[in-house]
């Protein structure tokens, strides 16, 4: 075996880990989010998660290798904290806690994206096509997800900051009204 097919299996098997743990994470994300896009977004993604699993089964099997886990500390690190921004997002205005968790899924889905390119480009450097093929599939639905999320983003920020601008001039106008009434009480005082 060569040294560049091993590598590939050592990927496999830290992706493995990590897909399994995030079989256990989303179900979390999902019952954390208010939008019902978002929730959509983790429930599709959790469905496509269960399928690389076995999809990375079906590449340590075209490898000749066993489908075994190996820690995978990243992911673990990802995942904690996730479960942080789920606790704060509890105390958050929705649209906020919203933007929260896209922001940790999408970090996950970057490291995934990274993880995904690296053992695709291993499996073609060791003329494993196949498994090349099964991990192209992976990462372009990693990819998907990504994009879905900024997607998803977008009109949460613009919503945010609309009601942020809304929120500072009733601010404004409440310091305006208030102030006007304080001129007024010490011109009378004098």
């Not at 998660?49 to 992911?75: D, I, N, S, Y």
């Not at 509890?90 to 994206?113: F, G, M, N, T």
Request: proline share 3%.
């Amino acid at each position: 075996m060569t040294q560049v097919k091993e590598l590939l299996i050592e990927e496999l098997q830290d992706l493995l880990d990590a897909e399994t743990q995030l079989t256990a994470a989303l179900p979390k994300m999902v019952e954390a989010a208010h939008h019902p896009k978002l929730k959509e977004a983790f429930e599709k993604h959790l469905v496509q998660t269960q399928v690389q699993v076995e999809r990375l089964r079906a590449g340590m099997e075209l490898l000749g290798a066993k489908a075994e886990a190996k820690p995978c500390k990243g992911m673990v690190g990802l995942i904690a904290e996730g479960e942080e921004t789920i606790r704060k997002g509890a105390e958050k205005e929705p649209l906020a806690a919203d933007l929260a968790l896209i922001a940790a899924a999408q970090r996950v889905e970057h490291y995934e994206i990274s993880a995904y390119g690296t053992a695709r480009s291993l499996a073609r450097q060791s003329g494993e096509i196949e498994c090349a093929k099964l991990l192209s599939y992976t990462l372009g639905e990693e990819e998907s997800t990504d994009f879905l999320l900024t997607t998803i983003a977008d009109p949460l920020v613009q919503q945010l900051s609309l009601d942020a601008m809304g929120a500072g001039a009733d601010l404004d106008a409440e310091e305006t009204r208030s102030g006007g009434r304080r001129k007024k009480a010490t011109k009378t005082a004098a």
